[in-house]
């Protein structure tokens, strides 16, 4: 079996110490990580700043929309399909500048004052038809759209996509603390969509913070049960470090070690 990688997301990590892209992506480096997640909002400048600390690049999101407006995401609202192909082409030539090979399909919130019930069929019909169009153009591209469920009970209520069951539709983003908070049972979710998880994200439940952190998921089965599977991707840590990010990586540290690897699991 071999061991997982990891992947620093440096919207959450580093953060507090370092307000730039590339202080974080240094610091990430330096951490003995070798790859990133990165937000949209550092698009543009990302490129130069990972070829200078030789990260690899294995997440970038679709654009969210008009963030002061509410938008997170236009995957599944409806009437703004030109929007989301726009936004896509534009993620997609940033994933090409970045060799990144995976782009998250954000999909969007329910309209203000709207009920889910009332509108679910509507924006899952526009959400399908916004994926057919995406899996062609990433085919063409070579690249991977992932979906990512979010949770609606503390994260955001007025996301579209809350479960593991809806994000069978394409190649999902399985992200631990999402799961855990809507469905649990996460060992049997994890071997029934294993054949659609094109990513996976980790963060202790409920504080979103350090996987060895007082929680529900015992992670290190969770490790070795991805192990198990199989899992060859990068697993990106996105959590919110309780404290300095770098003293906060004792897990990683000890995973490495206990694995018999050097830091960056190599």
């Not at 370092?18 to 949209?40: D, Q």
């Not at 994890?190 to 529900?216: C, K, M, N, W």
């Not at 192990?227 to 990010?245: F, I, M, R, W």
């Not at 990683?252 to 830091?263: E, F, I």
Request: proline share 7%; charged share 20%; net charge negative.
């Amino acid at each position: 079996m071999a061991p997982l990688r990891f992947a620093a997301n440096v919207a959450w990590l580093f953060a507090a110490e370092e307000p730039g892209l590339a202080g974080r992506l240094e610091a990430a480096g330096r951490a003995g990580f070798r790859a990133a997640e990165l937000g949209w909002d550092w698009l543009g400048q990302e490129a130069a700043a990972l070829r200078g600390v030789g990260l690899e690049t294995v997440l970038i999101n679709t654009p969210p929309g008009d963030l002061d407006q509410g938008d997170k995401g236009l995957g599944a609202v409806p009437g703004r399909q030109p929007e989301f192909r726009e936004g896509l082409a534009l993620a997609v030539n940033y994933a090409k500048a970045l060799a990144c090979p995976r782009i998250h399909l954000m999909a969007g919130r329910i309209p203000p004052r709207a009920e889910r019930a009332a509108v679910a069929t509507t924006m899952e019909d526009t959400f399908i038809e916004n994926l057919r169009y995406a899996a062609d153009l990433l085919a063409q591209e070579d690249m991977v759209g992932l979906l990512e469920p979010i949770n609606s009970r503390i994260t955001d209520p007025r996301y579209f996509l809350t479960t593991p069951h809806q994000g069978k539709l394409i190649s999902s983003l399985q992200d631990i603390f999402h799961c855990q908070i809507m469905d649990g049972n996460l060992t049997q979710n994890l071997e029934t969509y294993f054949p659609l998880i094109g990513h996976i994200q980790i963060a202790q439940v409920p504080g979103r913070h350090e996987p060895d952190s007082p929680g529900e998921v015992n992670f290190p089965y969770l490790f070795q049960l991805l192990e198990t599977l199989g899992y060859d991707g990068y697993v990106g840590c996105e959590y919110k470090p309780q404290g300095d990010t770098l003293e906060g990586l004792g897990w990683l540290r000890s995973y490495w070690q206990s694995r018999g690897l050097q830091a960056g699991g190599s």
